[in-house]
C-alpha cells in the first residue's frame, strides 16, 4: 500500500474506533427484528501532519467515527445485512471526508437467534446462540468496496467416523494410528464474493449448513474422515461448488483433542468410550481454496 514520506522515513498510518457496540431494533409492524453487532473502523487518510507536526487539522476524530455508527445504523430505515451496513459506512468514509483515501470496516455480529414458542416463531422474542458472523469490508477512494464475510466459534464435534493413518513415523513419533476416534473443532471460515450476492443472509446460512452438513456426512451413518485436512477440503471445496458469487474459501479447524483414558493399573481399559477433554495444545489446521480462473487468495 505504500506509506507517506517523511524525512529519512516512510510511515503507514490508519486511525479509527474499535469495538463499537450497536443493537439495532427494526419494527416491521409486531414482527421486530434485531441485530447486535460490534464495528471498528480503520481510515486511511492525508493525515500525515498529525503524526509529523500535531497538526490534526486533516483528522476525523475518532469520537467522531464512533459517533456516525451510530447515525448511520439509525439512518437504515429496513433491516439490513451486517455486509450491507459495512459497505454504508465504508461508503461514507471515503466520499464524506476529502483527506480520508480508504476505509476498513471489520464487523462482529453477535448470535441473537429468534426464537420459537410452541413451534411458530417469536415476534420479539431472542436467545443468544454460539457462533459469531463477521464482515470484513474495504473501500478505496473510487467508492469499490471488497466483502468478506465468515462465522467463527463454530464448534462441531462427532463421536467417530474419523481417523488418522500413514502419516510419518521417526523416533519422535508415539502417536498410535487409529480409524476409530472423536473429531471435534472450533471453526474459523472467511469466505470473500467476487461479486454481491442476492441476499447476503441467505448465503451466510448456506456457506453455515454447507460447512456443518460435510463436517458431519449424512444423519444416518455420517461419513469418514481420513484427516481434519481431508474434511476442511471438502468443507471449503463444496461452498465453491454450492455457492457461485464465492471466490474464495479460508477454513481454520484446530483439531481439538479428546484424549483416551486408559488407566491398566487400576483396571481401566479404553474402549472408545471415556475421554479427557482437553483445550490445549491442539492441532492446528488452515488451508484457502480459490478459484483457479481468478488467481489465488486474496484474503
Ligand atoms: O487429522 C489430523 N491431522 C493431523 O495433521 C494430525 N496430527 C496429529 O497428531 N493428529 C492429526 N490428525
Not at 493413518?165 to 487409529?178: A, N, Q, S
Not at 458431519?216 to 451413518?221: A, W
Request: with cysteine.
Amino acid at each position: 500500500m505504500g506509506g507517506d514520506s517523511i524525512g529519512d522515513y516512510e510511515l503507514e498510518h490508519q486511525h479509527g474506533k474499535a469495538r463499537v457496540r450497536v443493537a439495532r431494533v427494526w419494527r416491521e409492524g409486531n414482527t421486530h427484528v434485531m441485530v447486535e453487532w460490534s464495528a471498528a473502523v480503520s481510515l486511511r487518510s492525508k493525515s500525515l501532519s498529525s503524526y509529523s507536526e500535531g497538526d490534526n487539522s486533516a483528522i476525523v476524530a475518532t469520537d467522531t467515527i464512533k459517533n456516525t455508527i451510530y447515525v448511520l445504523a439509525k439512518r437504515c430505515a429496513k433491516s439490513l445485512s451486517v455486509e450491507e451496513f459495512g459497505v454504508m459506512l465504508g461508503e461514507h468514509f471515503v466520499s464524506t471526508y476529502p483527506e480520508v483515501t480508504a476505509a476498513h470496516i471489520s464487523m462482529i455480529q453477535r448470535p441473537w437467534e429468534r426464537v420459537s414458542v410452541d413451534g411458530l416463531q417469536h415476534e420479539h422474542g431472542y436467545r443468544m446462540g454460539l457462533e459469531n458472523r463477521t464482515a470484513d469490508v474495504r473501500t478505496t477512494k473510487d467508492g469499490k468496496s471488497r466483502v468478506t464475510a465468515g462465522v467463527s466459534d463454530l464448534r462441531l464435534l462427532k463421536t467417530t467416523k474419523s481417523g488418522f493413518e500413514g502419516y510419518i513415523r521417526d523416533k519422535f513419533t508415539l502417536l498410535p494410528e487409529t480409524k476409530e476416534r472423536m473429531m471435534a473443532s472450533s471453526i474459523r471460515s472467511v469466505w470473500s464474493y467476487s461479486r454481491k450476492p442476492s441476499d447476503y443472509n441467505e448465503v451466510y446460512a448456506t456457506v453455515k449448513n454447507i460447512l456443518e452438513t460435510t463436517f458431519f456426512g449424512p444423519s444416518k451413518g455420517g461419513v469418514y474422515s481420513p484427516s481434519v485436512q481431508k474434511t476442511l477440503y471438502l468443507m471449503a471445496k463444496e461452498v465453491l461448488i454450492r455457492v457461485p458469487e464465492i471466490e474464495s474459501v479460508y477454513l481454520n479447524m484446530p483439531n481439538i483433542h479428546f484424549l483416551p483414558v486408559n488407566m491398566p493399573a487400576i483396571g481401566v481399559e479404553f474402549k472408545d468410550d471415556v475421554y479427557l477433554p482437553t483445550d490445549e495444545p491442539h492441532g492446528s489446521i488452515e488451508a484457502t481454496l480459490s478459484r483457479k480462473a481468478l488467481g489465488g487468495s486474496r484474503l
